[in-house]
């Protein structure tokens, strides 16, 4: 039940209001007893002014007075609310717009795999085939993708040297999902729920492409293609997976599930059988496009979301701090967004004192607390590892001690530093920077 409010519109011919032929809405007046009906098949129109409330369906109305108590709005039928709630999207940065390692420039997949974009990782055997980057300079552009597809970011791959796709080659690109978040889904029991992914999609062969959704343990896999009609063109995509009623499925801060796009792959992880739940490590179904395949080739994405039900709702836009700080759970640098790490500079370093002759121990907390205890590295302003910077006698010294992070956490981690000649005194200045890394561990 909900309360009348001034200026509601429920339309029947937009997910607003669910065009059910057996849909209606009650006004109770309460004053007087009297009721209102309206079938849904039109257009409804709430309004209030100094006159009253009125309400209007195919030109019709009823004008009740501004200041009675109307009462409840009851519904018979289905109603798919107007703006669905803020996370529904699984995915994160799934418009590419955050890339804190690399900053919009290009790198090449490496043998074994890399993030190249924050929560989006390049996985494969074979190095120096893809080159990833974020608004790819050989793409579409970000100006006619953001005419196309409404997203000014994108993100994805062109074939530098064109490889033979052999038997146990693979070459994703994909997003692990951590298990707290899919926890709703059900999955692996009986209540499993569907799951709806939709995205847009440009690449420069045309086709059948696929992908696939994968547990942690990759023992279950969900093969998925879908049709880019015309070459170079963006093209919106759908796709209704069942939830999967069987196999592992972790709901804690592991590996919950893998959401992949194929961009080449060997018969060892294709499947036979496509757009069904099934035991094995597959990353889709035989007979696709295999982008490494194509001299020159390219594949983009943006605008990913995984939602749970079956229907592709608009893409859940959050606020740009709101991004960060959930990729911020993962990854997290104290350069700032648009520097590559160790990079030289001393903008955002954290400044410390000496305590003592020759050493400095320093309590950090992180930006936002991290997946699990990370992994952190710590950089001196030149971009030099595992060294720190100091001031003395008005100038920067840099390559100075032996600098690690010791007992890290979740929330922070302890600076300790070390000088064995002593070149320091008590309140000395120290900096350094840090990237903390807690990404989920991945499978191929």
Known sequence: MSDIKSGYVFTGSNPEWDNNQDTSIRLNKMLDGATVNINAGNNITITRDNTGITINSAGSGSALPPDANYGD??????????????????????????????????????????????????????????????????????????????????????????????????????????????????WGTASASPVTLSFWSYSSVSGTHSGSLRNSNVDRSYPFSYTISTANTWQYQTLTIPGDTSGSWFSNTGVGVYVTFNLGTGSTYLATANGTWQSGNYVGPPNAVQIVNNANGSFYLTGVQLEKGTQATS??????????????????????????????????????????????????????????????????????????????????????????????????????YGYSSNPWTTGQPVNFHYVASAELVLQN
Request: net charge neutral.
């Open 315 to 416: 893409f859940d836009w959050r606020h740009y701090t709101t991004e960060l700080q959930l990729c911020q759970r993962y990854y997290q640098k104290t350069y700032d967004i648009g520097t590559i790490p160790a990079s030289a500079t001393r903008l955002g370093m954290i400044g410390v004192s000496v305590y003592g002759a020759g050493s400095c121990i320093y309590g950090t907390m992180f930006k936002t607390s991290m997946r699990t205890a990370p992994s952190v590295i710590v950089y001196d302003g030149a971009g030099t590892i595992g060294v720190t910077s100091y001031y003395q006698a008005g100038a920067w010294t840099d390559n100075s001690g032996n600098a690690r992070a010791v007992n890290p956490s979740e929330n922070g981690f302890n600076y300790n």
């Open 73 to 186: 709005i009851t519904v018979t039928g289905t109603v798919a609310g107007g703006t669905p709630n803020m996370f529904r999207n699984k995915i994160i940065n799934g418009d590419m717009r955050i890339d804190q390692r690399f900053s919009g420039n290009a790198n090449n997949n490496i043998a074994g795999g890399q993030y190249v974009a924050d929560r989006w990782y390049s996985n494969s055997n074979v190095a120096g085939k893809l080159r990833f980057q974020q608004n790819n300079t050989n793409g579409p552009g970000s100006a006619a993708t953001q005419i196309a597809t409404g997203f000014p970011y994108y993100f994805g791959a062109n074939v530098v040297s064109s490889n033979t796709v052999n038997s146990g080659d693979y070459w994703v690109f994909l997003q692990a999902i951590e298990g707290l978040n899919i926890a709703d889904l059900n």
